[in-house]
Every structure is written in C-alpha cells, then in structure tokens.
C-alpha cells in the first residue's frame, strides 16, 4: 500500500490550495481517507476525512467551511481544497487510509488517527502573511 501525496507549497494568508492524495495497492472507494495536519509543537490531528461505506465527510471545527475533502474513483486519489488559509494553517498534511467498521467522526478527531495504518509521506503546507 502506498499513497503519495502532492507537493505542497507556501501560500498568502487568504490563499487557496488544492493537495492531492494518489493511492496505490488499495482502492479508495473502500477505504475511509483522512487528511490530517502535524504542526510544530503540536499534536497531530484530523482536517477532513471521507468514510468507505457512506462517504460521509468530516471536518475539523476549525476548517469547517474552509477546506472540502473530495474523492475521485476513477483516478484513485482524493483531494484537499483547502480555501481562505489562515497561518495556523501551517504544518505538515498527511493522508491516511484503512478500513473500519463503524462510520463516525472518532476516526477524523482527537487520538483517531492512531487507526489508521497506512500513511503518505507528508507534504509542507506553509501559510505566510
């Protein structure tokens, strides 16, 4: 299993970006993707995730209405748009995939991303004023 992320980039205050999440070796469509976000001196946490069965999305309070997590099949990838960046925006952004059985935000928040087992590499997002 792998999944490689796009390369991220610095970005102004009030910018958008879009990254992207190519996964090899598993089919996305039957496995819940997260986006998560690790900044310096911080813990890492979920930004937005899709779950397999339903496709339910999930977002963090604090990016809610912000960024929009996508899923293309045909191309076995999701995507973070992420609109209206703010500096705490800043940190390194992983995608993660597995497979669970039950579709709640559990997987998307606090101590979730422990769950997952397969990880991207990450990619720097840096938000400059």
């Known amino acids: 299993v792998q999944l490689v992320e796009s390369v991220g980039r610095l970005v102004q205050v009030g910018g958008s970006l879009s990254l992207s999440c190519a996964a090899f070796?598993?089919?996305?469509?039957?496995?819940?993707i997260g986006w998560f976000r690790h900044a310096p001196g911080k813990e890492r946490h979920g930004v937005a995730c899709?779950?397999?069965?339903?496709?339910?999305?999930y977002y963090a309070p604090s990016v809610k209405g912000r960024f929009t997590i996508s899923r293309d099949n045909a191309k076995n990838s999701v995507y973070l748009k992420m609109d209206n960046l703010k500096a705490e925006d800043t940190a390194v952004y992983y995608c993660?995939?597995?497979?669970?059985?039950?579709?709640?935000?559990?997987?998307?928040?606090?101590?979730?991303?422990?769950?997952?087992?397969?990880w991207g590499q990450g990619t720097q997002v840096t938000v400059s004023s």
């Open positions: 070796g598993v089919t996305v469509v039957d496995f819940s």
């Open positions: 899709v779950s397999d069965r339903h496709s339910r999305t």
């Open positions: 993660a995939a597995d497979q669970f059985k039950l579709d709640t935000f559990y997987y998307c928040s606090g101590s979730g991303f422990l769950e997952y087992n397969h």
